[in-house]
């Protein structure tokens, strides 16, 4: 397979992976990111769970309301077949897509793409989340954000979940979660 040049030598690809707690600014980063990418002139396809309506059905959107246009998707499979003569992959969310995720941007890697991916480290349980673990293995750039912690001003890494209800994906903001430290977190 023949792959373009990326800028002078062979076009290299990898794998980026923002990760955190409920408002750790996670969204924001990413935005940041993509956008420095596209000022630099970088054909950029950005994506999102299609199940991800909070802010906005298309948009990525920041808790401090920074947005970026996105295509959002039914499941990851979707995402190479929108990726031809791209040059930077973003994906929000992707604690939400199935274990498929972790492969479909190794391959997208291996195509010489680089890829930045935003998602949940840990569910509402402080048990890993979804793929984000296997995407944390692969990745060759890893950042780990911080919110601070409603409870005692320490920094937080986890996200606890104000109502009693045990589905694992329960999408909400201020209402429904607040970032806590672990000791906060774990002595409710």
């Given at each position: 397979?023949?792959?373009?040049?990326?800028?002078?030598?062979?076009?290299?690809?990898?794998?980026?992976v923002?990760?955190?707690?409920?408002?750790?600014?996670?969204?924001?980063?990413?935005?940041?990111?993509?956008?420095?990418?596209?000022?630099?002139?970088?054909?950029?396809?950005?994506f999102?769970?299609?199940?991800?309506?909070?802010?906005?059905?298309?948009?990525?959107?920041?808790?401090?309301?920074?947005?970026?246009?996105?295509?959002?998707?039914?499941n990851?499979?979707?995402?190479?077949?929108?990726?031809?003569?791209?040059?930077?992959?973003?994906?929000?969310?992707?604690?939400f897509?199935?274990?498929?995720?972790?492969?479909?941007?190794?391959?997208?890697?291996?195509?010489?793409?680089?890829?930045?991916?935003?998602?949940?480290?840990?569910?509402?349980?402080?048990?890993?989340?979804?793929?984000?673990?296997?995407?944390?293995?692969r990745?060759?750039?890893?950042?780990?954000?911080?919110?601070?912690?409603?409870?005692?001003?320490?920094?937080?890494?986890?996200?606890?979940?104000?109502?009693?209800?045990?589905?694992?994906?329960?999408?909400?903001?201020?209402?429904?979660?607040?970032?806590?430290?672990?000791?906060?977190?774990?002595?409710?």
């Amino acid at each position: 397979m023949f792959i373009e040049p990326y800028r002078s030598g062979k076009r290299k690809g990898w794998m980026e992976v923002i990760c955190g707690c409920m408002f750790s600014g996670k969204t924001e980063e990413l935005i940041r990111r993509l956008r420095r990418v596209q000022i630099a002139g970088l054909k950029t396809e950005i994506f999102k769970p299609m199940t991800d309506t909070r802010f906005d059905p298309i948009d990525i959107v920041s808790h401090n309301d920074s947005r970026i246009r996105s295509t959002p998707v039914e499941n990851c499979y979707n995402i190479p077949l929108l990726t031809a003569d791209v040059d930077v992959v973003g994906i929000d969310e992707a604690q939400f897509f199935n274990e498929a995720i972790v492969e479909v941007v190794e391959e997208l890697v291996l195509q010489g793409m680089r890829v930045i991916i935003a998602g949940l480290d840990m569910d509402y349980l402080g048990r890993p989340f979804g793929p984000i673990p296997g995407l944390l293995a692969r990745a060759e750039y890893i950042t780990k954000l911080h919110a601070v912690c409603v409870k005692c001003g320490d920094i937080a890494n986890y996200s606890y979940r104000k109502p009693k209800i045990d589905d694992q994906v329960l999408l909400g903001e201020k209402d429904v979660y607040e970032p806590r430290c672990r000791h906060c977190f774990y002595s409710k």
